[in-house]
């Protein structure tokens, strides 16, 4: 492979790192992985984008960079580095490549562990589990939100003992269980959502930027509901006939741009009307204006999960372009 085809100057200007300046073959930069960095004190090379922070001891290549800084998984990454550049790289840097970043920084560089995946049996431990003590309180306060057992079940939620917790499994776009978000039923217990994972688990917790819940049940080319929360989405579906996917709001990753454009046609974005809200409307809007439609739901200061199937009905239908309110915002080429 040409690791030398990366523009470096390029692929930081791209993630708005800025270069000091550039010694021999380094490009000298702020290192944006620990605070405050008043002096530049990491380094990019400019022929194969190995990369050093002396004062944190981050280090690795593009790939890693571009992941960590973007939250993305390393496939994303390579991802992105290959559609513009029109060149591979590798995130482990094995092999020879391996041993310059090695001998070149003076440095050896860290294998991201592989993510232990949670088994698919552990949905059924979970949806057993509402006939527990901890289970019926959870159940009974499900079903005083107004989600029904039938939907619950065909969504395979669940209760975790070892949390207290309504367990909803995350699957990724093929249908594959990922992990496991965790909510408190007791309004008074925080952290409201938890990512289920850990010794205690023995499987890792899933990267909320690599999945779009509910993808999975969307057709090609449809439209679709973008709202915040997993159970904004089982409450559209209950009822309504409308589709819905959510995402975490305000962090609208790649890898979550890519999935939806390549399965939708429209997106109709129904996000909580606050200033965390607002931005995660600005972001998505960005992200997906270039490639397919996007509307935007305004005038509802609740939750699809608290309101009727006729409100969730007319909110819908009375949305309007997005581009109505994002005059002027700039769009990248």
């Not at 100057?9 to 944006?32: K, Q, T, Y």
């Not at 890792?204 to 439209?223: A, C, R, Y």
């Not at 890898?255 to 600005?282: K, Y």
Request: net charge negative; proline share 4%; hydrophobic share 40%.
């Amino acid at each position: 492979m040409n690791y030398d085809k990366i523009d470096v100057r390029d692929f930081l200007a791209a993630l708005e790192v800025e270069i000091v300046s550039v010694s021999g073959h380094n490009a000298l930069f702020r290192c944006p992985f620990h605070g405050s960095d008043r002096h530049p004190s990491a380094r990019m090379s400019l022929v194969d984008s190995r990369w050093l922070c002396s004062a944190c001891h981050e280090k690795g290549n593009a790939v890693g960079f571009l992941a960590k800084l973007r939250d993305m998984s390393y496939d994303d990454a390579r991802y992105f580095i290959r559609q513009r550049y029109n060149c591979g790289i590798s995130a482990a840097l094995p092999g020879e490549f391996g041993k310059a970043v090695r001998r070149g920084l003076g440095v050896g560089v860290q294998v991201p562990p592989e993510r232990r995946k949670p088994p698919e049996w552990m949905v059924e431990v979970f949806m057993s589990a509402w006939g527990t003590p901890g289970g019926l309180v959870a159940l009974e306060y499900m079903e005083s939100r107004g989600f029904d057992r039938r939907t619950l079940d065909l969504w395979q939620i669940g209760f975790d003992e070892l949390s207290g917790r309504v367990a909803i499994p995350v699957r990724d776009e093929a249908g594959v269980l990922v992990g496991f978000k965790a909510r408190a039923v007791d309004p008074v217990v925080a952290p409201r959502y938890l990512y289920l994972g850990g010794r205690r688990y023995d499987f890792d917790s899933f990267s909320k930027s690599q999945v779009v819940f509910g993808l999975n049940w969307i057709p090609l080319e449809s439209t679709v509901i973008l709202v915040e929360g997993e159970l904004n989405v089982v409450a559209i579906s209950q009822k309504t006939n409308h589709l819905a996917v959510s995402v975490a709001g305000s962090e609208f990753s790649e890898r979550q741009r890519r999935l939806i454009v390549e399965r939708c046609a429209e997106v109709i974005v129904w996000f909580d009307e606050d200033d965390a809200g607002d931005r995660g409307s600005q972001t998505v809007f960005e992200a997906l204006f270039p490639y397919i439609r996007v509307n935007m739901v305004r005038g509802s200061d609740k939750d699809a999960a608290d309101i009727s199937g006729a409100e969730i009905d007319d909110l819908i239908d009375s949305a309007r372009p997005a581009m109505s309110e994002y005059v002027g915002v700039h769009l990248l080429d």
